[in-house]
């Protein structure tokens, strides 16, 4: 519990950091004209959307996937020891273990979403103003840290569910209560679409 | 539908017991209750004889468990080498006769097993020490001599050991006797004399120079000779071990022996434990239990037909007796009695939702899957599964769930969503009609539509609790707690959609709802607590608001498949355009590893956003919609009957 908070402040403070040096890096320096000179030295200033792009990318795949694989992982420790004392719970035990691989799915959808609006797979994303990529970097932020986070929590009432399989050989409620968790994941996954979607790319 | 339960008391003679039992397993209508006393027999003691049946009833109730317990364990024993049951094998069908009498056949067979692997057990140990002693005695493969020739004189004993051989010259410089023999490792053999009266320095001087005594096994032969004995004998061992595997192995040749055993086993355990709950006299038994009221005649027949001369007694429950719940549904619905039933059964006076809640679950099944190529497999799969397996309880319940789930997402897939994750325009041109609401292209338009078909859940489950509470003579819970915020939805409603003085009646709706609400929500208070009840009724706006929100996952789980299935499609997309470089074979290799990839990752798609859509949407039944009508509580309805694992009974 304390590991996990702990481990949940690094990776999010990591990722502002990444945002802050993405700031630093990434910002165009005023005025506009890619050809205009400082000193006679020439100023690189071509949009830099891209950067901001990868690294929403990056942030929506990398933090709820952390968030699925500990969660995974935690439940199927559990699983695997019902699943040691008798076979026959495997399969209650497997759905248990299979809902928080959800947040990482869900992650890896905005990931996908990133990558084809922002033109990283077209390659237009050489051409990405900045601020439009800056709207992608903030859209990832939604499903990647309640993505880490709710699939850590509804890991810890898989668990516990995996326990009301092994005492009374069917799961019952307990998946109604690891679901309640998921609702913070979907609901971040909706707000993440509509704002990946919302980016006026082409206008 | 709940069919009700009469309860039963029946009277025999002892003698036509067994019989009488058998014929009720057989058919599979009562469920057997603990004799419960109520009836003539109240007040008699448990009598000699009724103790004495008790108790011979949970003697063979032991034995026939100890039985199922040696097949299952014989069984797992036996699991690596039994032929593999494939996805869509249907089990053997046999008959009860055959199953019971295969019981003395499976314990044989256990008993060979047990024997078997005690004898393993026996050679592994052997083996074992035969091991250590070799271990003992290699490094004295050197000494020449048998070592029961070893024997103290007079004055001297004698100690062999071992030590290193640059520390004999120690040995030299002490004076003490001592004979070498050829190293068979990095220390050499030594047998050293010690003198009896200078036994202790001796023995110091020894243990000063790295002497370490041998600790031998109990022989008296030459090393080398016994040596090679233990070797010869650990050969034949461990061909013996090795034959005896193999006849644990062919065992498993007896798998479906012991398969049959095992659901034989399982049937006489019920029926024991069935016999345990049974009351006796000298000469006769009762049994109470519970029998379905449809069933009630079926069972009056049986009991003419095996035991002419018995008394029975069919009632309704009492008030205070809690009989249990079964449902019986169409065969289109029964299936979805699962779902309920994970939740908990519908209580015995309640009212089974399962047909209510069937539609609404395959409605929101399909947009949550909302992938056509999808369904369409999912279906199929399904299909075969019933049709070559045969499944039989839950599982055959869950086959059945996404047959029809698959075969609503077919359609909500045409409507709202993507076939194998591709855009339908994208696949048959823009004028292509459907799907008629995209998610992808209009989001918001998809989030307000699945909220509102869940608002519409909502309101009759809101009705269907109204119809409930009327019909049980709760007319003021039905119109002041219920019939109020229907009366405030409607006037609001009116007023939102409606610009004619016809918005005058959603004005007088919504506020004699509110008046109805505020005025006689708290009723149950009195004085300041009656009119603060009520306005905390209003409270209640925030629940109505986040069921409505809790559709939206709808949105996210249907958009999610689509997006999912795309992007594999992308990812073997890419795979093939990389392999296409390769020369000469790049069109047969990129054809082929794309439509691996393709087919391992949609099937993996299809496995989680199924599992996902199973859950999400059975929760959207338990809390948003049950939560406003049902009655939980209830126990399954469980007869003694016939339940087998490996074998389906004719």
């Known amino acids: 519990m304390k590991k996990f908070r702990k481990f949940a402040a690094v990776a999010i403070i990591a990722i502002l950091a990444l945002a802050v040096c993405g700031a630093v890096f990434a910002e165009p320096a005023p005025g506009g004209d890619p050809m205009m000179t400082v000193g006679g030295a020439p100023v ?56 928080p691989a959800t947040q990482g799915l869900y992650g890896f959808v905005i990931a996908m979403f990133i990558a084809v609006f922002s033109g990283i797979l077209s390659g237009s994303v050489m051409n990405l103003a900045t601020d439009l990529g800056r709207s992608f970097f903030y859209a990832s932020l939604p499903i990647g840290v309640v993505g880490l986070v709710s699939a850590y929590f509804q890991s810890r009432v898989c668990c516990a569910g995996i326990g009301i399989v092994a005492k009374q050989g069917n799961g019952g409620m307990g998946i109604t209560f690891a679901i309640m968790v998921e609702l913070y994941a979907i609901l971040a996954l909706i707000i993440s679409i509509l704002m990946v979607v919302g980016v006026p790319v082409n206008a | 539908m709940i069919v009700p339960m009469k309860h039963i008391s029946l009277f025999a003679r002892k003698d036509d017991e067994r019989r009488i039992m058998k014929a009720l397993q057989e058919n599979g209508v009562v469920q ?90 026996a050679l592994r140990s052997q083996a074992e020490k035969h091991n250590a002693s070799l271990k003992a005695l290699k490094p004295f493969s050197g000494v020449d001599m048998p070592l029961g020739s070893i024997r103290p004189t007079k004055t001297a004993g004698f100690l062999l ?42 023995l110091s001087i020894l243990h000063g120079a790295g002497f370490t005594e041998a600790a031998l096994p109990d022989i008296s032969g030459v090393p080398a000779e016994e040596i090679s004995l233990i070797e010869s004998e650990l050969a034949s061992l461990e061909l013996s071990q090795k034959e005896t595997a193999e006849a644990i192995e062919a065992l498993a040749e007896k798998g479906d022996i012991l398969k049959r055993g095992l659901d034989g086993a399982m049937i006489e355990k019920a029926r024991a434990e069935a ?86 679950y395959l409605l929101f099944f399909g947009l949550m899957m909302g992938d056509t190529g999808y369904g369409i497999l999912m279906s199929i799969a399904a299909a075969l599964f019933i049709k070559l397996r045969k499944p039989k309880k839950g599982a055959g319940q869950v086959a059945r ?47 307000i539509t699945y909220c509102a078909l869940g608002f519409g859940q909502i309101i009759v489950g809101m009705i269907i609790s109204i119809v409930l509470h009327i019909k049980n003579g709760d007319w003021q819970t039905a119109l002041f707690d219920i019939g109020s915020w229907l009366m405030i939805f409607a006037g609001a409603a009116i007023l939102l959609l409606v610009k004619s003085p016809v918005k005058y009646v959603g004005w007088g709706l919504l506020g004699l709802g509110l008046l109805l609400l505020v005025g006689f929500g708290g009723r149950a208070k009195k004085g300041i607590g009656r009119i603060v009840g009520g306005f905390g009724k209003l409270y209640d706006i925030t629940g109505f608001l986040s069921d409505v929100l809790s559709y939206s996952r709808v949105f996210a789980l249907g958009l999610a498949t689509g997006a999912m299935g795309s992007a594999f499609n992308l990812v073997a997309g890419i795979a093939r355009d990389m392999l296409k470089g390769i020369p000469v074979v790049g069109g047969v290799v990129s054809f082929i590893v794309a439509a691996a990839l393709l087919a391992v990752l949609h099937v993996f798609s299809i496995a989680m956003n199924a599992l996902g859509a199973f859950i999400h949407c059975a929760r959207l039944q338990f809390i948003e919609y049950y939560n406003r009508f049902y009655t939980p509580g209830g126990k399954l309805f469980k007869p003694l009957g016939i339940d087998t694992k490996y074998n389906n009974v004719k």
Not at chain 1, 68 to 77: H, K, N, Q, T
Not at chain 2, 295 to 311: F, G, M, N, S
Request: charged share 25%; hydrophobic share 45%; proline share 8%.
């Open chain 2, 161 to 202: 050991g071992l030590m290193r051989e640059e520390k004999l010259g120690l040995l030299d410089e002490a004076g003490i006797m001592y004979d070498a023999f050829p190293a068979a490792g990095a220390r050499v053999p030594v047998l050293a004399a010690i003198p009896n009266a200078e036994r202790e320095q001796t």
């Open chain 2, 275 to 360: 016999r345990c709950e049974l009351f006796s006299t000298k000469e006769t038994f009762a049994l109470t239990g519970w029998v379905r009221s449809d069933e009630a005649d079926k069972l009056l027949r049986i009991l003419d037909e095996t035991a002419p001369t018995h008394y029975i007694e069919v009632r309704d429950p009492e008030d205070d007796e809690q009989p249990p719940t079964y449902c019986k549904n169409s065969k289109f619905f029964a299936p979805f009695e699962f779902i309920t039933n994970m939740y908990s059964p519908p209580d015995p006076r309640g009212f089974d939702p399962t047909v209510v809640m069937t539609p609404f």
């Open chain 2, 401 to 447: 769930i996404i047959f029809w789930g698959g075969l609503s997402t077919i359609v909500f897939g045409l409507l709202a969503g993507t076939f194998f994750g591709m855009n339908w325009y994208d696949l048959f041109g823009e004028s292509f009609p459907f799907p008629l609401l995209d998610p992808m292209k209009d989001q918001m338009t998809a989030i």
């Open chain 2, 32 to 121: 057997i209750e603990r004799f419960d006393g109520d009836s003539p027999a109240e007040g008699a003691e448990l009598s000699p004889a009724a103790g004495l049946f008790r108790a011979s009833a949970q003697t063979e109730l032991a034995e026939k468990a100890n039985d199922a317990a040696a097949i299952k364990a014989a069984l797992s024993r036996l699991n690596a080498y039994l032929p593999k049951v494939g996805f869509l094998d249907a089990p053997p069908e046999a008959d009860e006769e055959t199953l019971v009498s295969s019981v003395p056949e499976a314990l044989e067979v256990c008993r060979e097993l047990d024997e078997l692997q005690k004898k393993q057990q």
């Open chain 1, 44 to 99: 690189d200033n071509t949009p830099k959307g891209y950067i901001w792009a990868a690294l929403g990318c990056c942030v929506a795949m990398i933090l709820p996937g952390i968030g699925s694989a500990l969660g995974v992982g935690m439940a199927g420790r559990a699983a695997a020891g019902v699943a040691a004392e008798d076979p026959e719970k495997s399969g209650a035990c497997l759905m248990f273990e299979l809902l």
